[in-house]
């Protein structure tokens, strides 16, 4: 049973639109997400976070908005650029029953961003 | 400016034979994880590390091993390799603990004949 959802597995985009890459989640106990970018033969490399007791955080192009009633995040890219196609990752944390934190990712979405 | 690395980069493995898949960062974090991912998949944790000498499962640790004898490093273990462990695998580290944005490595390819 998935926690993290990314139900879009592939996005295009035409360049200088924007970009909406949706993320569901399923536990209510989840209180930051990030969203993680990656590029073939590459790891993933951290984009962007977000508190659950935000709803909303911007960062030059990227921004990310959270809906905890819906429990619903997105991640809107303006405007998007080429150099943006890669596969997105959304990563949920919460406390579990240990000590310490664990993070669920989500399978992705590969968004393809057409010049 | 290495940050994390790991190697080996490609790897075949015949069923039941062991490897160690290593991984070793120069940040100075103390906190290391080692994912897998499956096609199609999120990454999963298989074990983190908030030190030295102290490591701990996390979502599917069973045909795994690791250890953390330094800051540095962070191998895991393959005692006796499965087809089902045929997949990528990250490792990553971050200076705060988990919730905290992480680093991660360029992966290793392994597959399991």
């Known amino acids: 049973d998935q926690q993290v959802k990314q139900n879009s597995p592939s996005l295009s985009v035409q360049e200088g639109r924007i970009s909406i890459l949706n993320c569901d989640y399923t536990?209510?106990?989840?209180?930051?997400f990030l969203w993680y970018k990656k590029y073939p033969a590459e790891g993933p490399t951290f984009l962007i976070s977000?508190?659950?007791?935000?709803d909303k955080n911007e960062d030059g192009r990227f921004t990310v908005f959270l809906n905890k009633s819906a429990k619903h995040l997105s991640l809107h890219i303006v405007p998007s650029q080429p150099g943006d196609s890669a596969v997105y990752f959304c990563?949920?944390?919460?406390?579990?029953?240990?000590?310490?934190?664990?993070?669920?990712f989500g399978p992705g979405t590969s968004l393809s961003v057409i010049p | 400016n290495a940050g994390v690395t790991q190697t080996p980069k490609f790897r075949i493995l015949k069923i039941g034979q062991s490897m160690t898949l290593q991984c070793t960062q120069d940040?100075?974090?103390?906190?290391m994880y080692w994912y897998r991912q499956d096609p199609g998949m999120g990454l999963k944790l298989i074990y983190y590390?908030?030190?030295?000498?102290?490591?701990d499962k996390g979502e599917v640790p069973n045909g795994y091993n690791v250890s953390r004898s330094t800051t540095e490093d962070f191998p895991l273990r393959l005692e006796l390799a499965a087809p089902s462990q045929t997949s990528v695998y990250f490792c990553?580290?971050?200076?705060?603990?988990?919730?905290?944005?992480?680093?991660f490595g360029d992966g290793t390819r392994l597959s399991i004949l």
């Open positions: 977000i508190s659950s007791i935000k």
């Open positions: 990563a949920a944390v919460g406390t579990g029953g240990t000590s310490y934190d664990k993070v669920i």
């Open positions: 590390s908030v030190g030295a000498g102290i490591t």
């Open positions: 536990n209510s106990m989840f209180d930051y």
């Open positions: 990553a580290s971050s200076y705060l603990g988990v919730g905290q944005p992480q680093h």
């Open positions: 940040m100075n974090h103390n906190y």
